[in-house]
């Protein structure tokens, strides 16, 4: 199995910027697909954005897409999130997420993903 832990959350204004780590233990992410997620206050968890197993191929949910950006890093078993131009509707609490590389299930889903971190708190003041 592989663990997650994310890191790099916090409280930072509106149009700021924060770079979220997940970091994976366990096993080599190389042989993984990489998703973050995020859930508010009230609401489901939403997809926020996917890499696949060589960073090759990414995608963003539209309310974020131009703003994040995923990334990976195989050889530090690391993936992740730049948030830049912050709006106080991306407070959440923000999740990684693993799916074998053999998946071919939707990326945009929750049950997609077997393996999950505890998730790092994001609050973007006004």
């Known amino acids: 199995q592989v663990q997650l832990v994310e890191s790099g959350g916090g409280l930072v204004q509106a149009g700021g910027s924060l770079r979220l780590s997940c970091a994976a233990s366990g096993r080599t992410i190389s042989r993984y697909h990489m998703g973050w997620f995020r859930q508010a206050p009230g609401k489901e968890r939403e997809f926020v954005a996917f890499v696949n197993w060589s960073g090759g191929t990414t995608y963003y949910a539209d309310s974020v897409k131009g703003r994040f950006t995923i990334s990976r890093d195989n050889a530090k078993n690391t993936v992740y999130l730049q948030m830049n131009s912050l709006k106080p509707e991306d407070t959440a609490v923000y999740c990684c997420?693993?799916?074998?590389?053999?998946?071919?299930?939707?990326?945009?889903?929750?049950?997609?993903?077997?393996?999950w971190g505890q998730g790092t708190q994001v609050t973007v003041s006004s």
């Open positions: 997420a693993a799916a074998s590389a053999y998946t071919s299930r939707n990326y945009y889903s929750e049950s997609t993903y077997p393996y």
